[in-house]
């Protein structure tokens, strides 16, 4: 408990501080604003002369009105702890799931569309990571391509691929679907060919002596020494499936998802609902990785090895 939760609570409890401060310099504009507006006594009182200070000199020379209205505009630069918290719970708990108001509904449409192409990316990773160490051209061949692949940055290629697929007729879940095994298919290859090479020379030494096949070698060896590797980059592909995911929908013209939601929010100014879809798309992705976490614990301690 110790060791665990209260380390991750303290800094929770540091970030909040450090994000509740930041409101007062990124709001202190509009905050100063709403001030003068007010009739209350600001400094300088001139618009114009207002206009070229940065927030924190705004704060520091208005730290009552910077502070008073930091915390209560509609439209914030940034906003506050309890404005995020208070859209996430209206967002989810007072409107029904299947309405274009819920963040439930969103992260329906954005789940979907990750799981499917985590599974095409994790599928994908794990058959070339079998290739590439039984194979040794394999190795020469497509582990530097799909190095490169990761270079290409993902909000340049999506659209691409999206308009491409749009062209022959593939629409709907499948070309986010795609983006999303884009980016999670490379941690898999990568932590599963390190997995497959974990057993080592004593081990398959010991199997050759048996008489083992390479078929018998990869089931009985290295398949289960590759388990702890499996998982870690299971973690992170979902993660990036995620991610891939949330970036196709934003040129795809989606009309539900995250990120459909963090555009309309973008194109409306509203930071609220903005920072309200990161979160939910952060505990989304928590949860998901929790999940193969809890999957792996189990499935280790089954096997007899420590998580």
Not at 37 to 46: D, F, N, Q
């Amino acid at each position: 408990m110790r060791q665990t939760t209260l380390p991750v609570l303290g800094v929770l409890a540091a970030l909040l501080l450090i994000w509740t401060l930041a409101c007062i310099p990124m709001n202190a504009a509009q905050s100063v604003l709403d001030a003068s507006r007010a009739g209350e006594t600001v400094s300088p009182e001139a618009a114009s002369e207002r206009r070229g200070m940065s927030g924190l000199a705004l704060a520091l020379r208005n730290p009552g009105p910077a502070t008073a209205h930091a915390y209560s505009q509609d439209r914030p630069r940034l906003p506050a702890p309890h404005q995020v918290a208070g859209a996430l719970w209206q967002s989810t708990a007072t409107v029904s799931p299947t309405s274009a108001q819920s963040l439930i509904h969103h992260g329906w449409v954005t789940l979907s569309a990750t799981l499917l192409g985590f599974a095409i990316g994790a599928g994908l990773g794990i058959a070339l990571a079998v290739g590439i160490v039984h194979f040794r051209v394999m190795e020469m061949s497509v582990m530097p391509w799909a190095i490169v692949s990761q270079t290409v940055p993902i909000i340049a290629i999506a659209p691409m691929i999206v308009v491409v697929l749009y062209a022959i007729g593939i629409e709907g879940i499948l070309p986010k679907a795609v983006i999303a095994a884009y980016l999670s298919f490379f941690p898999v290859v990568v932590g599963m060919s390190k997995g497959f090479r974990s057993p080592d020379a004593m081990q398959l030494d010991l199997l050759r002596t048996y008489g083992a096949s390479r078929p018998q070698t990869f089931w009985k060896l290295r398949l289960p020494a590759s388990a702890p590797y499996l998982f870690a980059s299971l973690k992170i592909a979902v993660a990036a499936a995620l991610i891939g995911t949330i970036v196709a929908e934003l040129p795809s013209g989606a009309q539900a998802g995250f990120g459909a939601r963090l555009l309309a929010g973008s194109y409306y100014g509203q930071t609220v609902q903005i920072w309200a879809a990161l979160f939910a798309a952060a505990i989304l992705a928590a949860g998901l990785v929790g999940l193969i976490g809890g999957l792996e614990r189990r499935a280790l301690a089954r096997m007899g090895m420590r998580p």
